[in-house]
Nanobody, 124 residues
Framework: QVQLVVSWGGLVQAGGSLRLSCAAS????????VAWYRQYPRQQRELVAS???????YYADSVKGRFTISRDNARNTVYLEMKSLKPEDTAVYYC??????????????????WGQGTQVTVSS
C-alpha cells in the first residue's frame, strides 16, 4: 500500500509564504501525476495545482503566479510553494497521486492515493 506523507501546514500572515511537501512511500515509477487539492468547510475539494511525470504543470487561476508545484525525484517528493498568501487560501490541503495501474508492473496499485490533509491558515 502506498502512503503519501504530507508535511505540516501551519499559520502564516497574509503576504507570507509556506511550502508543503508530499512524499510517496513506494513505487514512484508508477506515478502518472501528483496534484494538490484544497477543501473549504462544507465544500468539495478543488484542484489547486498538478504536475505530471514529464513535469507538465497546471495551476488553478486563483493561484497562478503565486503557487509553484515542483518535484524532487531523488526524494520521491512533490512540493507546493505558496507565496503571497491570502486569507482565501485558508483551507485543508491534500495531495493526490495517480498511479498507472494499467501497466503490468504497477497493476497491484489503486488508481490513486490521497495523502492526509494539512491545515493552512492565512491570517489577515
Amino acid at each position: 500500500q502506498v502512503q503519501l506523507v504530507v508535511s505540516w501546514g501551519g499559520l502564516v500572515q497574509a503576504g507570507g509564504s509556506l511550502r508543503l511537501s508530499c512524499a510517496a512511500s513506494r513505487d514512484t515509477i508508477c506515478i502518472l501525476d501528483v496534484a494538490w487539492y484544497r477543501q473549504y468547510p462544507r465544500q468539495q475539494r478543488e484542484l489547486v495545482a498538478s504536475i505530471t511525470s514529464r513535469d507538465s504543470t497546471y495551476y488553478a487561476d486563483s493561484v497562478k503566479g503565486r503557487f509553484t508545484i515542483s518535484r524532487d525525484n531523488a526524494r520521491n517528493t512533490v512540493y507546493l510553494e505558496m507565496k503571497s498568501l491570502k486569507p482565501e487560501d485558508t483551507a485543508v490541503y491534500y495531495c493526490k497521486a495517480e498511479y498507472m495501474n494499467y501497466r503490468s508492473n504497477c497493476a497491484r496499485h489503486l488508481p490513486y492515493y490521497w495523502g492526509q490533509g494539512t491545515q493552512v491558515t492565512v491570517s489577515s
